[in-house]
């Protein structure tokens, strides 16, 4: 018997294995405090962590400079929609818009899709901008903003990392077969978390 449907299904294993037991981490404004608190954000919901991974995925898949210009993009960009949720500006949308980035980045990876690097970068920047307002708008009043941001900001790198570090097997026949399994595992879970913001 052939190792290699094993091999294969094994990034997509890993990616199973990072996803907690809670659905999604949905706007609760007051619930957040601390560095710890900030860190456990981006992986207490699974609907932040299939998105999150999916960069490093979709980043590996495309090769330099993708593969470090798109983890470094999300959350750069993520900081921004953190200040705008931490100082309560509003952002309509912003449930669906992370529910449609598991959506989107899955399909991106599930295809193998090659836009432009800027379009690419344009793309996962949108949908940082998103969760990171869902991770800001959380933070107590009083609360030491920027612990909890370096928390949320670092949890997101290392999400991205792994991401990454799952995507290299890209360079190998069978990987890019389990790239896509992958892909399409987080598309399914995008698709579920855009089928519960609109119900």
Do not use: C
Not at 33 to 48: K, Q, R, T
Not at 94 to 115: C, D, H, Q
Not at 167 to 185: F, M, P, S
Request: glycine share 16%; charged share 5%; net charge positive.
């Amino acid at each position: 018997m052939s190792r290699k449907p094993i091999i294969a299904a094994l990034p997509v294993l890993a990616l199973a294995a990072l996803l907690p037991g809670e659905a999604s981490a949905h706007i609760v404004r007051g619930e957040a405090v601390g560095f710890a608190s900030g860190f456990m954000h981006p992986i207490s919901g699974l609907d932040h962590v299939i998105a999150m991974v999916a960069v490093g995925l979709w980043g590996a898949q495309l090769g330099r400079p993708a593969i470090w210009l798109l983890p470094v993009t999300f959350p750069l960009v993520m900081a921004v929609g953190g200040f705008l949720g931490l100082i309560g500006l509003p952002l309509p949308g912003a449930e669906l818009a992370i529910a449609l980035s598991g959506l989107t980045l899955g399909a991106a990876v599930l295809t193998e899709a090659r836009p432009p690097l800027a379009v690419a970068g344009v793309v996962v920047g949108l949908f940082g901008l998103f969760h990171g307002y869902a991770h800001g708008a959380e933070l107590s009043p009083g609360q030491n903003a920027l612990l909890y941001s370096l928390g949320f900001v670092l949890a997101t790198g290392l999400l991205h990392a792994t991401g990454i570090a799952i995507g290299l097997v890209h360079r190998w026949g069978w990987g890019r077969y389990a790239l896509r399994g992958a892909g399409a595992a987080v598309m399914a879970g995008g698709a579920y978390f855009l089928w519960a913001a609109l119900a």
